[in-house]
């Protein structure tokens, strides 16, 4: 027999399943009991990784220890399948067996997993009969663990208090319990305690301390735990750097952040996928693209998390051509149709105004949920595709999933950039007249600005009413549709209305300014200047960028601070001149100075946007592509028709995104139709 224990320890060791299984044939044909050596055989087995052939030999055993079925039980929860385990569970009770501590950890993971509370308390209620829930300090961890997971941090809390002689994994179990719930400031608190008890906390405890720091903003703690780590020699174990990096990227203390990384011996996948995440999170969109490329260069595998947060720096920054290049490693790694990376990318492509590629990347997504149905409607609706985003709008419910907040503010989005009023007005009643939908500010504003772009200023104006509290960006978002329009009267009323509310609002006052400039009435236009100098108010200067060859050039009105600013004027002369003759007028009303006509006509002639089309067209001449710019500011009128002619006059196509949306320009048309 000893010979054969042997065999399979060694099978075990080496998780040789086909030896396993001939020496089992072996037992079998030599006449030993499943007694002597079953236990073994059905340990060898679950080492080996087949869980159903050690429960088909225990289902043959006649007589089972209890050390068998804790290995049954915690061989099923471990492999995912806690349904059969709390099956079994019950099977050992109805024989009459007793289950030990190693029983209740394994059971009690199981419950937690399934949800299953009355059966938790029940199992509870025998580990206190059987005297184990105070004394076995193992059995106290896996009910402060189960319960946190019940999200009953009262009863976990409860049982933890009942244990006389606790531990470092008793402690980290309330902890992450609490930190998993939300509830920083007493994972923060159960920490001190575990402290001033002298009890040593494990790079787990800490990893949950560091991650309630970091929700909490809380440097100071979060810093003491850093020099903790560091004197325990903990610095190198990969939940301690990701924690780390985690706690300081969420106090906004990205210097710290990069000093933890650049001080790491060896970064895991987990670690770079947090530093990266981490840039992204503050504003750091470069630097995440920086590291990415290094992650890449040290031949770490990115994972769809560490995809969909470079994606969504590339989509923050309009590098198409980074995103493209970071979409073929999707591709190579298989994970194009995975739903984050799959949503980024969709999300990356609506925001450089490539909705075909948006669309190409969602159609063989491996499995849709909302999140990339929303990313996909949003592209639409950022560029245009009003009815499009519609269309997939009504698919939704076909897919089995239910549309949230952002799905309606995106569709609302769509319906306003593609003019279609009506649709708009029925989707708004229906989400009114839904229970089961919360209409949040954000829908509010969708809707006044579509009903304000269509003149129904008045139904805009009434809507707002219907909101508690209105805000200032509710009333400017109608006031700007005034200035659209050039409605002074009821610009003026709304603008009383938001300084009641906000008297020092710059936005309101440079609106207001731009809409008195538009009409011509100047000596309005200087009280509000001086208003405006008055309250110290800055307004953003218009720029527009456009990227080309891999570089990327910004420009302002009649910039002549680029190095090649002489070509770019030459280029820019020649254009004017040739669309003119094609019927291009300069419309003088979007110059809001008060200038002679001649330098009116000028001053239109030298917008960003103008400069950055021209410099593009110099710089690509020969070239068939399109010409992608960017503007910070809503596209110009004049500047509008301008791009138009000049799509008609050279056969290019020119993307252009301004701070409400995407313009596509072709053969002297615009995707918005003219109502943006």
Known sequence: MNFYSSLITQCAHTKSLTTLRAVHAHVISSGFSYCLLGHKLIDGYIKCGSVAEARKL???????????????????????????????????????????????????????????????????????????????????????????????????????????????????????????????????????????????????????????????????????????????????????????????????????????????????????????????????????????????????????????????????????????????????????????????????YGKCGNVDKARSVFDVLTELDLVSVNSMIYAYAQNGFGYEALQLFKRIKKLGLAPNGVTFISILLACNNAGLVEEGCQLFAFMKNNHNIELTREHFTCMIDLLGRSKRFEEAAMLIKEVTNPDVVLWRTLLNACRIHGEIEMAEKIMRKVLQLAPGDGGTHILLTNLYASAGKWNQVIEMKTTIRDLKLKKSPAMSWVDVDRGVHTFMAGDMSHPRAHEIFDMLHELIEKVKTLGYSPDTRFVLQDLHEEKKMSSLYYHSEKLAIAFALWKTCGRTTAIRIFKNLRVCGDCHSWIKFVTLLTGRDIIARDSKRFHHFKGGLCSCKDYW
């Open 58 to 348: 225990f289902d043959e055993m006649p007589e089972r220890h209890i050390v068998t079925w804790n290995s049954m039980i915690s061989a099923h929860v471990s492999h995912g399948k806690s349904k059969q385990a709390v099956e079994l569970y019950g099977n050992m009770l109805v024989e009459g067996v007793l289950p030990d501590a190693y029983t209740f950890s394994a059971i009690f993971k199981a419950f937690s997993e399934l949800g299953l509370v009355r059966y938790g308390r029940r199992a509870h209620g025998l580990a206190v009969v059987l005297g184990l829930e105070v004394l076995d300090v193992f059995v106290a961890s896996a009910l402060v663990d189960m319960y946190a997971k019940f999200d009953r941090m009262r009863d976990a809390h409860l049982v933890f208090d009942r244990v006389l002689e606790k531990d470092v994994v008793l402690f980290t179990a309330l902890i992450a319990g609490y930190a998993q719930q939300g509830l920083d400031g007493e994972a923060l608190e159960v920490f001190r305690e575990m402290v001033d008890r002298r009890v040593k906390p494990n790079e787990y405890t800490l990893a949950s301390t560091l991650a309630s720091c970091g929700n909490l903003v809380d440097s100071i703690n979060g810093k003491l735990i850093h020099g903790f780590i560091v004197k325990s020699g903990l610095e190198s174990f990969v939940a301690s750097q990701t924690s780390l990096l985690t706690m300081y990227s969420r106090c906004n203390m990205v210097e710290d952040s990069v000093k933890v990384f650049n001080q790491l011996a060896y970064a895991s996948h987990v670690t770079w996928t947090s530093f990266v995440v981490g840039l992204v999170q503050n504003g750091r969109e470069e630097v995440a693209v920086s590291v990415f490329r290094e992650m890449i260069r040290c031949s770490v595998s990115p994972n769809p998390f560490t995809l969909s947060s470079i994606l969504q720096a590339c989509s923050s920054l309009a590098m198409l051509e980074v995103g493209e290049q970071i979409h073929a490693i999707t591709t190579k790694l298989g994970m194009e149709g995975n739903k984050y990376a799959g949503a980024a990318l969709i999300n990356l």
